[in-house]
């Protein structure tokens, strides 16, 4: 073997048709140089691994790049760390590892720095809140971006416990503890969302203290009185919202799901109105019967030609105010029953309309199955098996239900208490009730 030299190099051929030729330095062992039919010349070092007893090669750079004794200096390095026990290859293979991870941190970094609680709350309203009610939907979307506002052009993974904590206390702490407990529900929905698509690792909403007041229970019942204050201010209002009012109260149904009605949801006699299941909040088709009074209600209603909605003011949306109507309606409420010498009205909710009819019903006779049933309530008294196998929906028992409320409402509308605290005893006296527990 002869001592590498460029002259040497310069003149190393492979011998016929061979298609490389390989010479070894005598000054450092374990150095090479390769020529091929190609005429490319490089250096490698070969060393032999103590485990295996196998020869292996590790190129150290063309010829004409590197010189012969950068080649040399290169080739004793690598077989001094060979003599300490150390693998080239494999520590090679180490630092590769290290440089990919440290690339693939710096993209993750860089998606991370992208994808912004702005960017997570649109993804999340265009992706998964598109399925849900319009109004959940729009609630949602805006109260996560009121209430996190100065977080929005940060990173989504950035928003931490201590931060949401702050926010949310910063709300109850303001009196608006239950805005504070369904900002931090909607929060919990829409991270938990983005950890389920591998978006993020960590729901900062998860696993915090239930807000004290944020969920307060309903329980409140109009009385008699405050019914028929109700119904003589709502004949105040004007249209669209004295007759929507008045619907609201005598079908005991949900306010969006009122507003929102269709001539096509109703019978062409008016006696029934289907809310179809994609309006209605659980999804499932619902038959409400309308009573005498909706039925004149509805029908003294102008129609917009071409139109389908029955309260819009302008064919195309649904009215929307309900704020401002509420207040006029109390307004209203408080001159009449000043007149009659009644106190103040307690807080209410046009949702409370809901729960003082089926109140009434219940004292009236009429099983919690069919309150349930009227109310389109997924759940409701009748459980387990028996929720299985019963899937009647006591239609006729509704009607009654309905139109015996109905008739209740009216005479609290007449200032006669003594009159609406007998409508239930002049109605159903002497007559046989239906049979409000057999299947249908």
């Excluded at 919690?368 to 006591?394: C, K, M, T, W």
């Amino acid at each position: 073997m002869p001592k590498l030299t460029d002259r040497f190099i310069a003149g190393l051929q492979p011998e016929g048709t061979a298609k490389d030729r390989l010479a070894f330095d005598t000054e450092c062992r374990g150095l090479g140089v390769r020529a091929t039919a190609a005429g490319s010349k490089s250096f490698i070092v070969q060393w032999t691994d103590t485990p295996t007893g196998r020869k292996v090669r590790e190129r150290l750079g063309a010829w004409g790049s590197i010189t012969v004794e950068q080649a040399r200096a290169a080739a004793r390095a690598r077989l001094g760390r060979v003599a300490q026990g150390i693998n080239p290859a494999i520590e090679r293979a180490a630092a590769r590892a290290a440089d990919e991870a440290r690339r693939a941190a710096l993209a993750a970094a860089k998606e991370e720095a992208r994808f912004t609680l702005d960017a997570l709350i649109t993804d999340w309203a265009r992706l998964h809140l598109a399925g849900k009610r319009a109004r959940y939907s729009a609630e949602a979307e805006r109260a996560l971006r009121v209430a996190f506002r100065t977080h929005l052009d940060r990173p989504a993974a950035a928003l931490t416990h201590v931060a949401v904590i702050a926010v949310l206390d910063a709300l109850a702490g303001a009196g608006r503890a239950s805005m504070a407990s369904r900002t931090m529900a909607y929060g919990r929905a829409c991270y938990g969302w983005a950890v389920k698509r591998r978006r993020l690792s960590l729901n900062p909403f998860a696993g915090l203290p239930v807000i004290q007041g944020g969920n307060p229970t309903r329980d409140r019942v109009l009385t008699d009185a405050e019914i028929g204050a109700v119904w003589r201010a709502a004949g105040t209002l004007g249209h669209p919202f004295g007759p929507l009012v008045k619907v609201l109260f005598l079908t005991a149904q949900r306010r969006e799901e009122v507003a929102a009605l269709r001539w096509s949801e109703l019978s062409v006699d008016r006696s029934t109105w289907t809310l179809p299941g994609a309006r209605a909040k659980n999804g499932k088709a619902h038959v409400v019967h309308l009573a005498e009074p909706a039925r004149a209600i509805l029908a003294g209603l102008p129609r917009i030609a071409g139109q389908d909605l029955v309260f819009s003011t302008t064919g195309t949306t649904a009215p929307t105010g309900f704020s401002k109507a509420k207040l006029a309606l109390e307004a209203a409420m408080a001159k009449d029953l000043a007149e009659q010498a009644t106190g103040p009205v307690p807080g209410w909710r046009f949702h409370d309309f809901r729960r003082t009819a089926v109140t009434w019903l219940a004292g009236a006779g009429f099983p919690p199955h069919v309150a349930d049933r009227l109310l389109n309530h997924v759940g409701g008294s009748i459980q387990g098996v028996a929720a299985i196998y019963q899937r009647g929906e006591f239609l006729a028992e509704r009607k009654a239900a309905l139109e015996a409320w109905a008739q209740h409402v009216a005479v609290c509308g007449e200032h006669d208490q003594s009159a609406a605290s007998n409508v239930v005893r002049g109605s159903f006296a002497g007559r046989k009730m239906p049979d409000f527990g057999r299947s249908r």
